[in-house]
């Protein structure tokens, strides 16, 4: 049996996520992965996430602050040592009961087999909207 491709390694990192195995999907990534996630200061979980602890105080931002009701990978396109996914999701946020939709492309970076890097492109306006009282 083989390596698994990159974008093979993003697919189960997002399967290994949809099933709360956090294990799993912490070991798709290099330790020192930054993690970019732009965005108003009203969106909790915007900013740069530097290393797995980063990644999952990140991870943990999200999981207080809103109730994710689908997240959808639709399209992958691979190159090299990068994977972009187009998706979108639906949320809502605990503290306000607003929901947002939102379509985003996640570009992941891969180094030795592992990602190093993701940067998230979305419509932040959308969410901090939701965030709003």
């Known amino acids: ?10 697919k189960l990192m997002f399967k ?3 099933e709360k195995n956090i294990p799993a999907t912490i070991s798709a990534f290099d330790k020192d992965v930054v993690w970019v996630r ?39 396109c691979s190159n090299d040592d990068t994977v972009l996914v187009m998706g979108h999701d639906e949320a809502e946020v605990i503290a306000t009961g607003k929901t947002y939709h939102t379509e985003w492309v996640q570009l992941f970076r891969f180094r030795n087999e592992k990602i190093y890097h993701v940067h998230v492109y979305m419509d932040t306006l959308a969410v901090a909207r939701a965030f709003k009282p």
């Open 38 to 76: 732009p965005g108003e200061p009203d969106i909790p979980f915007s900013g740069t996430f530097p290393g797995i602890d980063g990644m999952i105080n990140m991870l943990t931002l999200i999981q207080q602050s809103i109730k994710l009701k689908e997240f959808i990978p639709e399209q992958y």
């Open 16 to 18: 290994n996520a949809a």
């Open 1 to 10: 049996m083989g390596h698994l491709s990159n974008e093979a390694i993003v």
